[in-house]
């Protein structure tokens, strides 16, 4: 099983968080595990954005919409064991300095999760071969041999990620160690009730990507301001026919998030018109971007049927339709050898 796609599976499902019972009569809300000292966290009401979802693309003439839908579903159970209708909500968290390597990081789900052949569905669809052990007043399922584990809080609430990371759970919901509170936690707070939200600090070497100068045959301008960027947080809301995206960046003064607002404004200026086609930069034109103090403000509304094509030009390896990969006037040879694909090292 590969988690780390598990833990990305979940947020771009887009498919916070109500109470579960735990083993004790005491109630937990998924939030609430989260322990100290994380900087990504994100939360997402996976029923709801399936029911919108499944409203969507039942549709007329929204077939492939319907079949990316259950497409999504069934990969999501050949992945996880786990069905996607028995998940309500899902809380997300990670050390974004070891994300790569997914060294620690935990899925907090709440949901149905009552089957008793659960556990072996897991073990079956990860191709994982869990250990058992006492830990706390929980029977933890442990394989070793991934660095990761699994626990039933109760019937509604189930964790599972890095080992050290589903017994930090557990310790907070012993009192054992603290939960998480901060400036992860703030802004993720300041999102509001929305069906997902992402609060995290901005890693160290994605803040120093930013810091070379363009190379300016390619692009009209540098995004040397986004090296300041401290915090980012972003919220989508969903309904059967649209979707809202809301992004918060934080800069560490006023004069650095005027200048990344800028920046941004004239690099999606440049690729609207570097655009093939004339629907995509009218998606383009309609981005939103605003200043106050030192946080800048994204926002973006985008029709159902619009991030159907977006999923399927994804899919089909396009990237964003309509944005050509090289200038127009140049001619890119039909034998022009393949890039080969990154080996799945997992």
């Known amino acids: 099983m590969k988690l780390k796609r598990l833990f990305f599976l979940l947020i771009t499902a887009m498919l916070v968080l109500t109470p579960a019972a735990g083993c004790d009569g005491k109630e937990y809300l998924a939030i609430e595990l989260v322990p100290e000292g994380v900087d990504m966290i994100a939360g997402i009401k996976v029923s709801e954005a399936v029911r919108n979802w499944d409203l969507y693309s039942q549709l007329d003439e929204n077939q492939e919409a319907y079949e990316q839908f259950e497409e999504a579903k069934k990969e ?126 901005v890693p160290d070497d994605f803040r120093e990507s930013f810091a070379e100068p363009p190379d300016e045959a390619m692009v009209p301008v540098g995004m040397e301001a986004f090296a300041d960027m401290q915090t980012l947080g972003m919220a989508i809301d969903m309904e059967t026919q649209s979707m809202t995206v809301r992004v918060n960046a934080d800069f560490s003064d006023s004069g650095s998030a005027a200048d990344a607002a800028e920046a941004l404004e004239t690099m999606i200026e440049f690729i609207a018109m570097m655009s093939t086609e004339q629907e995509m930069a009218d998606m383009l034109d309609r981005i939103e971007i605003s200043v106050s103090d030192s946080r800048m403000y994204l926002t973006y509304e985008i029709s159902m049927a619009e991030l159907a094509e977006l999923g399927e030009s994804f899919k089909d390896g396009m990237g964003m339709p309509g944005i050509p990969t090289a200038p127009p006037d140049i001619d890119i040879p039909d034998d022009m050898p393949e890039i080969p694909e990154e080996p799945d090292l997992d």
């Open 76 to 201: 999501f159970l050949e992945e996880t064991g786990i069905d996607l209708s028995d998940v309500s909500e899902a809380v997300i968290f990670s050390d974004v300095s070891s994300a790569e390597s997914m060294e620690y990081f935990g899925i907090i789900m709440t949901g149905n999760f009552a089957d008793k052949d659960l556990v072996d569905s897991i073990e079956e669809k990860t191709e994982m071969d869990f250990t058992t052990e006492k830990y706390a007043d929980y029977t933890l399922y442990v394989d070793r041999d991934n660095d990761s584990a699994f626990v039933a809080i109760s019937n509604t609430m189930i964790i599972l990620g890095s080992e050290g990371a589903v017994k930090d759970c557990i310790d907070v919901a012993d009192g054992e160690i603290n939960r998480l509170s901060g400036v992860v936690l703030d802004t993720y707070n300041s999102l509001g009730d929305v069906v997902m939200k992402l609060s995290m600090v």
